[in-house]
């Protein structure tokens, strides 16, 4: 069973007298910064001029700093930029500027495991990554609970590396669900493949197919909507406080059958091989290469494929419907605000 690590188990005190450098102001910048602050820390924010977050910022209570400055007298440098803006700032803002015996610390594995950026041998390298989007990690913080946390060490130069990255867990909320220590390497190759295969490539996928197929045998949209999206927060409620024991406590019978013999004829043989095929191509490298130079060519496939995702009919049916359900309206205001 994996190590976890708790709220007793942290030294705070390692962090006294240390200045932390927050690199991006989005999902979970915003997030760390705002929990590091409330926690005591000495934060700074380091963002581009006249970026978008630059005004989120300053309206709650920052001077922010361009990034080099920043990061030039901090002990602490946490890069939570995006994965693929993370190559130019360690080069132009990070590499020059980083003192001697810094950590680096970063949300997400990506660019040290496949190696994007190599940092200096004396430098610690180390990560706390939130297993929830950064406005939850704020939202959890600020009541009194917190989002699990993973944590690796890729470099231990100082000798210190473990203790300081569990403080900084510590301090955005992340030891009081726990805190499980892994490795570059586990989070990265998971973490694509949960986006992939099943939280947002799988689920969206398999939600508007079965819409489409309700639509095509003539059942109205909007109760094909209702079905196959609006309730699959009620499913996924249910197993995120007690797993498929929960859910299947409170389902009835006849879903529950066709749960357990339908179910397996729609993720069959097939599509696990398919996911196996995935996890190859994240484990190769193979997705990496794809996805930098995507986007080093300006993101053409990405463009269309989003494109054609928004434009997809199942969205206006849904958006209608929505607009007229009131009790949505506050977090739809607040996922806006977080991005």
């Given at each position: 069973?994996?190590?976890?690590?708790?709220?007793?188990?942290a030294?705070?005190?390692?962090?006294?007298g240390?200045?932390i450098?927050?690199?991006?102001?989005?999902?979970?910048?915003?997030?760390?910064?705002?929990?590091?602050?409330?926690?005591?820390?000495?934060v700074?924010?380091?963002?581009r001029?006249?970026?978008?977050?630059?005004?989120?910022?300053?309206?709650?209570?920052?001077?922010?700093?361009?990034?080099?400055?920043a990061?030039?007298?901090a002990?602490?440098?946490?890069?939570?930029?995006?994965?693929?803006?993370?190559?130019?700032i360690?080069?132009?803002?990070?590499?020059?500027?980083?003192?001697?015996?810094?950590?680096?610390?970063?949300?997400?594995?990506?660019?040290?495991?496949?190696?994007?950026?190599?940092?200096?041998?004396?430098?610690?390298?180390t990560?706390?990554?939130?297993?929830?989007p950064?406005?939850?990690?704020?939202?959890?913080f600020?009541?009194?609970a917190?989002?699990?946390c993973?944590?690796?060490?890729?470099?231990?130069?100082?000798?210190?590396?473990?203790?300081?990255?569990?403080?900084?867990?510590?301090?955005?909320?992340g030891?009081?669900?726990?805190?499980?220590?892994?490795?570059?390497k586990?989070?990265?190759?998971?973490?694509?493949?949960?986006?992939?295969?099943v939280l947002?490539?799988?689920?969206?996928?398999l939600?508007?197919?079965?819409?489409?197929?309700l639509?095509?045998?003539?059942?109205?949209p909007?109760?094909?909507?209702?079905e196959?999206?609006?309730?699959?927060?009620l499913?996924?409620?249910?197993?995120y406080?007690?797993?498929?024991?929960?859910?299947?406590?409170?389902?009835?019978?006849?879903?529950?059958?066709g749960?357990?013999?339908?179910?397996?004829?729609?993720?069959?043989?097939r599509?696990r091989?398919?996911m196996?095929?995935?996890l190859?191509?994240?484990?190769?490298?193979?997705?990496a290469?794809?996805?930098?130079?995507?986007?080093?060519?300006?993101?053409?496939k990405?463009?269309?494929?989003?494109?054609?995702?928004?434009?997809?009919?199942?969205?206006?049916?849904g958006?209608?419907?929505?607009?007229?359900?009131?009790?949505?309206?506050p977090?739809?205001?607040?996922?806006?605000?977080?991005?």
């Open positions: 069973m994996a190590k976890m690590y708790w709220q007793a188990d030294d705070t005190e390692t962090l006294e240390k200045r450098a927050v690199l991006g102001y989005g999902s979970q910048g915003r997030a760390h910064a705002l929990n590091l602050r409330d926690s005591g820390c000495d700074r924010v380091g963002l001029p006249g970026g978008k977050t630059w005004a989120q910022s300053t309206e709650d209570g920052w001077r922010p700093e361009r990034p080099a400055d990061v030039g007298d002990d602490i440098v946490a890069v939570l930029v995006p994965d693929m803006a993370q190559p130019q360690y080069q132009e803002a990070i590499a020059p500027k980083l003192r001697k015996g810094a950590m680096l610390l970063f949300g997400h594995g990506f660019n040290i495991h496949y190696g994007q950026i190599k940092p200096p041998a004396e430098a610690d390298v990560m706390v990554a939130p297993k929830g950064g406005n939850l990690v704020r939202r959890q600020e009541a009194g917190g989002v699990p993973l944590l690796a060490i890729h470099q231990d130069a100082s000798g210190s590396a473990f203790a300081r990255t569990l403080a900084y867990a510590h301090a955005i909320g030891t009081r669900p726990g805190v499980i220590e892994t490795t570059f586990e989070e990265t190759e998971t973490d694509l493949f949960g986006e992939q295969a947002c490539g799988g689920v969206t996928e939600m508007a197919a079965g819409w489409e197929t639509v095509a045998a003539g059942y109205q909007e109760a094909a909507y209702f196959c999206l609006h309730e699959l927060k499913i996924v409620d249910l197993i406080e007690g797993g498929f024991a929960q859910m299947l406590r409170f389902v009835s019978e006849t879903a529950k059958y749960d357990l013999t339908r179910g397996p004829r729609v993720v069959d043989a599509v091989e398919t196996k095929r995935i190859a191509e994240i484990q190769s490298g193979e997705f290469r794809e996805w930098i130079a995507e986007n080093a060519g300006g993101r053409p990405y463009n269309a494929l989003l494109k054609e995702d928004l434009e997809h009919p199942v969205e206006k049916v958006r209608e419907l929505r607009e007229r359900m009131s009790w949505l309206q977090k739809a205001e607040v996922a806006r605000i977080a991005r």
